[in-house]
């Protein structure tokens, strides 16, 4: 058990979906180690995080799902850690990061199908939008949350780049954990 006891949310998504990026711009400092390279992180991270009305609780950062390159045993240890932090008594919910360029893959939907399992609150963060035009960003905003069940209160299009949509996802883990 983490101490103090506070909520927890679960960082959730496939590699390379820019987890560690959103992590650093929703905590306004680099507490996490981006890269080039997708599948960096390799085992459960957890940060205490405080925002601006001093809401605390823990982000639990997990490894990035799907990594090709990953062994079987390696993915397979992966799935068990995801599966472990979704058992979590403290869980308050998943923030489940989505590229907004890309088709939900087969293993995005076997996540949300874990989510569903649980009856996992879920908060989607779309991720890279700033590669997008903005009609093409609504575009697929629509597809994506129309594909995965989403409603629109259970999403929010980022860009870790350019700040866009950080305050609004904010917000919505703020509402997530309260």
């Known amino acids: 058990m983490l101490d103090p006891p506070l909520p927890e949310i679960a960082l959730v998504g496939r590699s390379n979906v820019g987890k560690s990026s959103l992590l650093n711009a929703l905590a306004g400092t680099g507490i996490a180690r981006t890269s080039a390279t997708p599948g960096k992180t390799r085992m459960l991270n957890v940060f205490q995080m405080t925002d601006v009305l001093s ?25 068990l850690l995801i599966t472990h932090a979704l058992n979590r008594p403290r869980l308050a919910g998943v923030l489940w990061l989505l590229d907004v360029r890309h088709e939900p893959s087969t293993d ?11 009856d996992t609150r879920v908060l989607a963060a ?53």
């Open 55 to 79: 809401v605390a609780y823990y982000l639990l950062d997990l490894p990035g799902y799907g990594y090709s390159r990953a062994s079987h045993v390696d993915r397979r240890a992966f799935r």
């Open 108 to 118: 995005d939907h076997a996540m949300q199908e874990l989510f569903a399992d649980r």
């Open 126 to 178: 779309f991720t890279k939008s700033d590669k997008l035009s903005r009609a093409e960003r609504q575009r697929r905003e629509g597809e994506l949350g129309k594909n995965l069940g989403l409603d629109k209160d259970q999403v929010v299009v980022t860009s870790a780049r350019e700040g866009g949509g950080i305050g609004e996802l904010r917000d919505a883990v703020r509402r997530l954990v309260g």
